[in-house]
């Protein structure tokens, strides 16, 4: 297993999921990335992560693509699209595959929660723990899904905000999902093999996937990948305690009035307002950030 003192370069990213446009809690997580790359001199880059086709809403790749640059955060290369690169999830697969560290599973997801007497969870990219029923064989059932094998994954690795972490994948999770039932390769193994793929030593993200954190270092080991840094940012919450979303309507920012999104979106961040254009914003942004965060140790200021 490689770590992150592997990587010579810094490559950051923003990786949306196109569910709808950016709303405040994603521009928390966009102008993180930017800045701790600005302040690494280091590269930024977005992938739009539609690997997930139910959920993914037509045109919110673009919207979200023009949302970024009103915002003055560009990227240095240009996007790419998950859709397009299933060839290399479906390699990713077939290495595990011939490893045995993943297996088919034919139970439906009336059979997990009546196997574990839980209701599927509603928070993103959260999983009700596989009982393990098909880790020994399907016995006679047709293949649905293809997981992940969990035994003996107990997982710690460090944060550079939220401090030292670690989470027993079987236990918590258990044998979780890398190819689903509806035929789309699962979130935890796009951005694994993406993140290596792209060669990211950097991610920057929302506190919610705190807790996937251990199933994607898991999968970077079982297919022999680099371990990134991983910083995940405050969540910002609604007026009324709620975490903001796509899908509980949390509002699209406002591009007419960049420089007060970012001061919202900065303000979570615990960096100063700004006043003046964008750049210039973004400029005393990264400076603030670069004291802070690019600096070996650094604990974030604010919560
Ligand atoms: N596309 C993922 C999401 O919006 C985030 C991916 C990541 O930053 O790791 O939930």
């Given at each position: 297993m490689q770590s992150a003192d592997t990587f010579t370069h810094y490559r950051g990213r923003f990786a949306p999921s196109p569910t709808g446009p950016l709303h405040a809690g994603s521009l928390v997580a966009a102008l993180a990335s930017w800045l701790d790359a600005r302040a690494h001199r280091g590269q930024w880059l977005v992938r739009?992560?539609?690997?997930d086709t139910p959920r993914t809403v037509p045109g919110a790749d673009r919207l979200i693509l023009s949302q970024l640059a009103a915002c003055g955060l560009h990227a240095d290369a240009p996007p790419v699209w998950q859709s397009a690169r299933t060839g290399l999830y479906r390699a990713a697969l077939d290495r595990l595959v011939a490893r045995a560290l993943a297996y088919p599973c034919g139970c439906s997801r009336k059979d997990i929660e009546n196997a574990t007497h839980a209701d599927t969870p509603r928070a993103r990219h959260v999983e009700l723990?596989?009982?393990?029923?098909?880790?020994?064989?399907?016995?006679?059932k047709a293949p649905r899904a293809w997981r992940l094998r969990t035994e003996g994954a107990a997982m710690a690795w460090q944060d550079r905000a939220a401090g030292p972490q670690a989470q027993d994948v079987e236990s918590v999770?258990?044998?979780?999902?890398?190819?689903?039932?509806?035929g789309c390769f699962a979130y935890q193994l796009a951005v694994v093999v993406d993140d290596a793929d792209q060669g990211i030593s950097h991610i920057v993200r929302g506190a919610d996937l705190l807790d996937n954190t251990a199933r994607q270092i898991r999968l970077q080991q079982c297919l022999q990948l680099p371990r990134p840094q991983y910083l995940h940012t405050p969540l910002v919450l609604g007026a009324h305690g709620e975490k903001l979303s796509k899908q509980n309507g949390a509002q699209a920012i406002d591009t007419t009035q960049a420089l007060q999104a970012l001061n919202l979106a900065a303000a979570a961040l615990g960096l100063p307002a700004q006043s003046g254009p964008v750049d210039q914003a973004l400029i005393a942004w990264t400076a603030a950030w670069a004291s802070a965060?690019?600096?070996?140790?650094a604990h974030l200021s604010a919560t």
């Open positions: 739009i992560e539609d690997v723990r596989y009982p393990g029923t098909c880790q020994h064989g399907l016995k006679g999770v258990g044998d979780f999902v890398l190819l689903r039932a509806d965060w690019a600096r070996p140790g």
